[in-house]
């Protein structure tokens, strides 16, 4: 059995968490993936060298499973979620809003809660949690996943107010546009919609955010960076992005 540092990274079948497995791994860390795809999620654990298990962040009893998979955590890095639909309030399709709660906001929840005895128990444990620009500033259409994202933000920040005094750092890192699937999510399977969300800008990748995380998971241990917001050049705000003329 290794004596490397474990790194729990949810939502590692694509995207950022995939690409934090990576970087947490080239850091030091034995990295368990989860996620709901069983072949995209092989594939990234192969990748790094992890180990993947089935996980749905909705879902009691795939958590309660997946948590009894594990023995150490020394690191969660909160990263399943994801944005649907764009519509303005007054249009608002109520289960895309319920999809959004369940995944960012309770999936979070219950990830933290089933793993928290374990990071406690390393002595020296860290949440990461990824949120957004949305957790920080309101934009139009944005009222479904804006809302997820701030209760996301606001649980993380209560926690690590609840976890002061203990050995466990809590971490929010907020990105601007990243160039994943999200967008493709976003509008179910639209690729000339996803797409326009990138064109004539240069987006961050999902390895540039996977660098912050293993940056902030490799800060000594007195160090907490409390959080971290990162945009690409080309985006100033949720919705003022700099594009090139055709
Ligand atoms: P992505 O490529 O679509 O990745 C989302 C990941 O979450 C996938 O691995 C997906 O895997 C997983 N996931 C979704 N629902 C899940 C569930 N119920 N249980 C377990 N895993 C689930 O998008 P991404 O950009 O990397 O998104 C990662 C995080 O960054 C999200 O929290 C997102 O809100 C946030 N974020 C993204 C951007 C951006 O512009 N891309 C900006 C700010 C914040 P499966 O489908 O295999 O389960």
Redesign the pocket.
């Known amino acids: 059995m290794s004596d490397r540092p474990v790194a729990v990274v949810?939502?590692?079948?694509?995207?950022?968490?995939?690409a934090s497995a990576a970087a947490l791994s080239r850091a030091g860390f034995d990295v368990v993936l989860?996620?709901?795809?069983p072949d995209?999620?092989a594939e990234a654990a192969a990748e790094c060298g992890g180990t993947p298990l089935p996980?749905?962040?909705?879902d009691d009893a795939s958590v309660a499973a997946f948590a009894a998979q594990i023995d150490r955590c020394d690191l969660l890095v909160n990263?399943?979620?994801?944005?649907f639909g764009l519509d303005s309030v007054a249009e608002a399709d109520l289960d895309d809003w319920q999809r959004m709660y369940d995944?960012?906001v309770l999936?979070t929840v219950r990830v933290t809660k089933a793993l928290l005895p374990r990071l406690i128990a390393s002595g020296d444990g860290q949440v990461i949690t990824?949120?957004?620009?949305?957790a920080r500033e309101a934009y139009k259409g944005g009222a479904g996943y804006n809302a997820a994202?701030h209760a996301e933000a606001a649980l993380t920040r209560v926690l690590r107010l609840e976890l002061l005094g203990q050995p466990v750092r809590v971490c929010e890192i907020?990105?601007?546009?990243?160039?994943?699937?999200?967008s493709l999510?976003r509008f179910d399977g639209d690729r000339e919609r996803a797409d326009a969300v990138y064109r004539g800008m240069t987006p961050l990748t999902?390895a540039d955010v996977a660098e912050s995380v293993a940056w902030v998971a490799t800060r000594p241990s007195h160090v907490n960076v409390d959080q971290l917001l990162l945009m690409p050049r080309d985006q100033a705000a949720a919705q003022i992005v700099h594009r090139a003329e055709d």
Do not use: Y
């Open positions: 949810t939502g590692a079948s694509s995207g950022i968490g995939a989860g996620a709901r795809r995209r999620l996980l749905d962040v909705t990263n399943a979620g994801g944005a995944v960012n999936g990824i949120g957004s620009i949305a994202k907020d990105p601007g546009m990243v160039e994943t699937e999200f999510v999902a």
